[in-house]
């Protein structure tokens, strides 16, 4: 088991570089400067600041001050937040981004299972071809329709929820609705269609001729021998949902660190592209690896070490 | 927080912390004269000592400052910046005393006074930076001067703001501002109509919400200091002909802009934008497509016929690209030319007109400090702004003249002539249309302001009926 964390965390490691790596080059090939403006800035004042941030040097001497400072746990100055550095956003923001994420995900697994679970058992009737019909558009809608439409609705039309202004109960609501719909969607089809696989084999046929009860049928055996395909899937989804989503945090105005994915890009701000790129990453490292030894978990034949 | 002086109604330079100023030695002095119950939030006193920290500051190469550039004029302050001089002591401002700050220009400034009101030249406190250094705007740590504290700020989210008891010009009537950052426009406008908020101004109105709002109590539209134009890149053929950029501008309708975009757009011809000194608005090349053909004749392109390949750029932006068809439009209709569009992410769009410039591009410019000088020089043969590759000595003699003349009349006359050769002459430029913001403020409050230079002024909100 230690060596099987070791090689993982080794490997985890190996990752997280050659991520560093490939956004440090890609970033710097990327045409624009961090301090191109409309207004340009006179070259001794463009000196000044390539100096107090080292852009100055070769760009080998960048790669290498960079990792040196990664090492100690110093993700650098935000180019764009003067006197804020990527940590201080990032201990600010992913918090934030990691509420919405696992509230999200909460949401996403309350509606996702049963909605799969009655499909399944119900297979051709309404109750599956309206829950399938449901998902289908849960996965279809963008975010940002889904969101307008939920402002307009529960906002301005009925009061009952808040647009913006997080941090309060009644602005949480519907920012993770909007964010949970399209995984809950997702993970309905994906859970119903390997449910209806399962309850085709033999060893349901088994259970149902013992005599066993058909929630033990159905909970015990049909649904934990279907959870593979949905655990390999929810590594990423937590990652992604947990470190923030630009879309759901313009529109409903969430202090979250998704938006950095994007701002930090047209910003050129190095250092934030670097740090947001390096934080989802070791997440999704991370929860890949949980996946990983909850297979085993699941499966006692799936060996993960 | 407040400088030495603000803009007046008429946009001029008013005394704030500075009562008064001398303008010495032919304009290459200036002392200004401080007030002296002006006090910092914790209690001290705002001194020319202050000023000249942060003017020294803001040169400080360390610092790299962004608007360092600003206070070039002064003498030494460039050699300062750029390391030439080490010692901050031979840059040409010091306190005389507590109450008297003294500049020495390098040259006679007419415009340096306005430069006053420009944020970057407020006062400093040197105790407190020192004390907490890059942290010294956290709240807690922050002394200012102004009408209200900062009493919280949740980055990314919301800054609150408390009033200043001890406000130099009396503590303001609210006690307490709340300021959130929304940045999807539909968001803040359901928020307004929530009653969340009481005030939002056009980074909360989409567009297509505008003739709704314009009807609402509260409405208000404020012409900016701010053009909209194309440049013409003058070394790349056919624009290398004053006769083609000439052609260009006279074939263009500015009277649709304000009727595709948000309807307050101001259709402007000349470049220094109403409101400002030196504005001229018979100055320009007006719409006249028969004089356009001719040109363009003249110039070889009967009817656009053998006119080559050329591209119109534009950074990605809904607003842009709208503008952009609507010339395109016109430029096929008026003279036969079919103009090729092309629109870049805004990083690229300015790394590209440096090193591969399209034949035309779209750019814009917002006043720093409301004078004609700020707008003018974007133009001159050292600009790193005129991407228009054109150089005129003359041009650049009548800035240079009209900087260092202090009497407004002669001034003009100077900004006319320039502006002549610009926009009717030599024609780098075509000036399409000056923006507008819009703001809607809760019929319960009065007293909000938001400047020509789309800046928000709180001193004097109250209740209404108070």
Known sequence: ?305 | MVGLTEFDKNLRPAPVIAKSWDILDGGKRILFHLREDVTWTDGKKVTAKDFEYSWKRLLNPKTASEYAYILFDIVNAEDYNQGKITDAALVGVRAQDDFALEVHLKHPAAYFVALTTFEVTYPQRQDIIEKFGTRWTAPGHIVSNGPFILSSWKHENEIQLKANPNFFLSKPAIDRVEMFMVDEKTTALAMYEQGQLDFIDNDSIPIFEKPRMAKLPGFKAVPQLRGYYYGFVTDRKPFHDVRVRKAFSMAIDRSVFPKILHGAERPTSSWIPPGMLAHNPKIGLTYNPPEARRLLREAGYPEGKGFPQVTLAYNTLEDHKTVAEAVQGMWKRNLGVLVRLDNQEWKVYLKKLKTDPPHVYRSGWGADYPDPDNFMKLFSSLSGNNDTRWKNPQYDRLLDLASKEFDERKRKQLYDEAQRILCEIDVPIMPLFTTTEYTVLNPRFTGLEVNSMARLILRDVKPKGN
């Open chain 1, 1 to 305: 088991m230690l060596r099987f964390i070791l090689k993982r965390l080794l490997h985890g490691l190996a990752v997280l570089w050659v991520v560093a790596t490939l956004t440090f080059v890609l970033m710097h090939v990327t045409p624009g400067g961090p301090f191109d403006r409309e207004r340009r800035l006179p070259p001794e004042v463009l000196a000044n600041i390539a100096a107090k941030y080292h852009l100055d040097e070769p760009l080998i001497k960048q790669y290498g001050r960079y990792l040196r400072e990664l090492v100690q746990g110093d993700l650098g100055p935000s180019y764009k937040y003067v006197d804020r550095n990527v940590a201080d956003i990032v201990r600010d923001t992913l918090p934030v981004s990691t509420a919405l994420g696992l509230m999200s995900l909460a949401f996403a697994l309350l509606i996702s299972f049963p909605a799969a679970l009655f499909a399944a058992y119900y297979h051709n009737s309404w109750v599956d071809r309206g829950s399938m019909f449901l998902a289908t558009l849960g996965i279809s809608v963008p975010h940002f329709i889904l969101g307008a439409l939920l402002i307009w609705i529960f906002s301005v039309q009925l009061g009952w929820f808040q647009a913006g202004r997080w941090g309060q109960v009644t602005s949480v609501v519907l920012p993770t609705i909007t964010l949970g719909a399209a995984p809950a969607a997702y993970l309905s089809h994906l859970l119903r269609s390997t449910l209806l696989e399962t309850l085709g084999e033999d060893f349901i046929r088994t259970a149902r001729a013992k005599g066993l009860r058909e929630t033990v049928v159905i909970l015990k055996h049909a649904l934990r021998n279907s959870l593979i395909p949905t655990l390999t899937v929810l590594g990423p989804l937590v990652a992604a949902l947990i470190t923030g989503s630009f879309v759901i945090e313009y529109v409903f105005a969430v202090p979250g660190m998704g938006r950095f994915f994007i701002t930090a890009v047209t910003d050129r701000d190095y250092p934030m592209i670097m740090g947001v790129t390096l934080i989802y990453t070791a997440l999704l490292v991370s929860a890949n690896f949980l996946v990983d030894l909850f297979y085993s978990v699941l499966d006692p034949r799936i060996k993960a070490y």
